[in-house]
């Protein structure tokens, strides 16, 4: 680089005035909002670097902190395919944004930022949540990418999945209009439900956030659905939302008068990538999780994938640690589906599940989606044209035209709390199921999730996939001795988006006073 473009820009980056060490983790950059001002700054600078390394293919970022509380904030980059930023570009990321002194140089080793600046190609696609500093953040990624002479196209408001939508449409050079989205998933939805009305009526918390207004776009797919908790109801996922209903097994607070009644209730998270499903009776909640979801979709994907005929395509599911043993069981048993276990994050499931024509994952917390591979969808859509009008294969017509749709509907990036949610309808409504139905696929194992504050909680270190604690030892072998129960497990594993510890403990069928008190005892040691 030449050294008026560098020092120009590290006085534009100044000095790193973070409060403390910031990590690229499983979402990005998380933190108070107000001490974030630096760092997304540098993430525009950063996105543009990567843009310009792409040969001016558009990256995404999105501003958002999830279902984090309403005061933080977080900024997260996308690869022009729609994925997760590229996981050698992570550390570099967190140098990056932490170096207090000449941060410019930083980059050199990836990327001359006098060539940023000169070829002019970089493009940048930036949306942001609905909390009250997503605005404020979004200029200052702005002003980033324009440092070093990239573009920047503002999507403005939108759901994570939407973000990564417009930036995969885009690549592939197809309409990337947020309309389009909604045509795309009503399209599918159509073909899926093959016009069928879905009857169960359905109360949606939108955790107070984006999801709630973006959900209009499908307005009249589910004749019965009311939405509540909407941006300025109350505070974003205070209460309420998919992560507090998931983590607390209890109904969201609904921050409006009025009573609800519903057969199903759903919950999105704040920028709506993720989505529980629930009976609600006022107290508790039956809960539909991501490990249902997973098995609903699997199996009716296993099965009509049989009676499409073709027997090259392969199935995978991926879980995670947190996955019920149950759901596991359950998924085992289905013909032609292999289960593979990823770590934590959805990064990791979506690079497990990938090497599979049809690629399954669903974390337990909502956070999922189906990935049709290109060769799935050829190999479908070769085969709906050569039966095409052909009476006698209707039975074999239809799970072709089921599995297209399928692949059209799931977000073929992330998971998509709206797209999940038109998902299983669509299915319950094919398969004539109702929710009760639904939860009798499998009886959940009693399970326990804690959260321990601890002082630094790097000092610990997992193994096989979180499953297990290596370090510290004495941490090791008190998990063992507390989990040692016929049936039992559990484990402990830093966040990597809070500030904390959580603990997980599981105990056989009935048995929640066992996995409570294991997670209890666990948190103590
Ligand atoms: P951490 O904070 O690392 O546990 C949480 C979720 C992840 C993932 C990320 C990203 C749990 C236990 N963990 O990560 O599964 O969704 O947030 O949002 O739910
Ligand atoms: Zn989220």
Known sequence: PSATAMSDLDSLLGHRHHPSYLHYGTAGFRALANTLYEAVLRCGVLAACRSHVLNGKAVGVMVTASHNP????????????????????????????????????????????????????AVVVVGRDSRSSSSTLVDLVAQGVEAIGGRVVHIGLVTTPQLHFAVRARYRQEPCN??????????????????????????????????????????????????????????????????????????????????????????????????????????GVLLADGDRFAALVAKFVSKHLASSGISTLTVGVAQTAYSNGAATEYLQALPGVDIVIAKTGVKHLEKAVKKY?????????????????????SELQSLSDALSGNAQKA??????????????????????????????????????????AWLRLYD?????????????????????????????????????EIASAQGCRAFVRPSGTEDVVRVYAEAPVGKDDLAQDMALRISQS
């Open 357 to 377: 024509d049809v690629g399954i994952y669903w974390e337990p917390n909502g956070h999922g989606t189906v990935l049709f591979s290109e060769n799935a969808v």
């Open 178 to 283: 947020i309309l389009h989205y909604y045509e795309i998933m009503k399209k599918a939805y159509h073909k899926l439900t093959q016009n069928n009305r879905f009857r169960a009526s359905i109360v949606l918390d939108g955790a107070n956030g984006v999801g709630a207004d973006a959900i209009k776009g499908i307005k009249g797919l589910i004749p019965n659905l009311v939405v509540v908790n909407k941006p300025g109801d109350g505070p974003l996922n205070q209460d309420c939302g998919a992560d507090f209903v998931q983590k607390k097994r209890c109904p969201p607070v609904v921050y409006t008068s009025d009573k609800h009644q519903a057969d199903i209730w759903a919950s999105l998270d704040g920028d709506a990538d993720r989505l529980v499903m629930y009976r609600n009776n006022g107290d």
């Open 395 to 436: 039975a074999q017509v239809n799970s072709v035209t089921t599995l297209l749709a399928v692949g059209k509907l799931a977000n073929q990036a992330v998971g998509d709390g709206i797209a999940d949610l038109l998902l299983i309808c669509g299915i319950l409504c094919r398969e004539d199921m109702d929710f009760d």
């Open 70 to 121: 309403p005061d933080d904030n977080g900024v997260k980059l996308v690869e022009p395919d729609g994925s997760m930023l590229n996981s050698e570009w992570e550390p570099l990321a967190t140098e990056f944004i932490n170096a207090s002194d000449r941060p410019a140089q930083v980059l050199s080793k990836m990327v001359s930022i006098g060539d940023v600046a000169t070829a002019r190609k």
């Open 444 to 480: 959940e194992r009693c399970s326990s999730n804690m959260v321990v504050k601890v002082q630094d909680k790097s000092v610990i270190e997992t193994a096989d996939c979180d499953r297990s604690v290596k370090e510290p030892i004495a941490l090791r072998e008190a998990i063992l």
